[in-house]
């Protein structure tokens, strides 16, 4: 099974979106299943075969999740961190404006979903399969 420092060194290459779809075989590679990341701290939960589950602390400070979602501005904060011209945080701080509560990545599916306070779905997009050498 995997373990949070793996978590954390494979995180540690990611310096924007763009480096998502790697991100996500690197943690494929070690066993992560699907993971949901909670935008108020930055804590997450992993999960792994067999019902293996691993939870990680606050990696901020806690932000303030929109009362309403807006998919709309989810999309544009999306659209611009995967360019790679915003940082992890700057986009956690984005999400938490646009009402994202949590999102939620399934690698089976190669998609990751954003869901607002009420638990209802604002956005799900797919993850690119990446080529690896």
């Not at 943690?27 to 935008?39: K, Q, R, T």
């Not at 998919?71 to 659209?79: G, M, S, V």
């Amino acid at each position: 099974m995997f373990t949070i420092e793996q978590i954390h060194t494979t995180h540690s290459k990611v310096k924007s979106g763009a480096d998502f779809p790697a991100y996500i075989q690197d943690l494929i590679h070690i066993g992560v299943l699907s993971y949901d990341i909670f935008v108020t701290d930055g804590h997450a939960t992993y999960s792994g075969k067999d019902g293996f589950c691993i939870s990680s602390g606050k990696q901020y400070a806690p932000l303030k999740i929109a009362s309403e979602g807006n998919e709309q501005k989810l999309k544009d904060a999306l659209k611009v961190h995967q360019q790679g011209l915003t940082d992890y945080l700057t986009f956690c701080k984005q999400a938490a404006e646009s009402g994202v509560e949590k999102w939620t990545v399934d690698m089976n599916n190669m998609t990751c979903s954003y869901y607002d306070k009420q638990g209802l779905l604002l956005v799900i997009g797919s993850i690119p399969n990446i080529v690896q050498n």
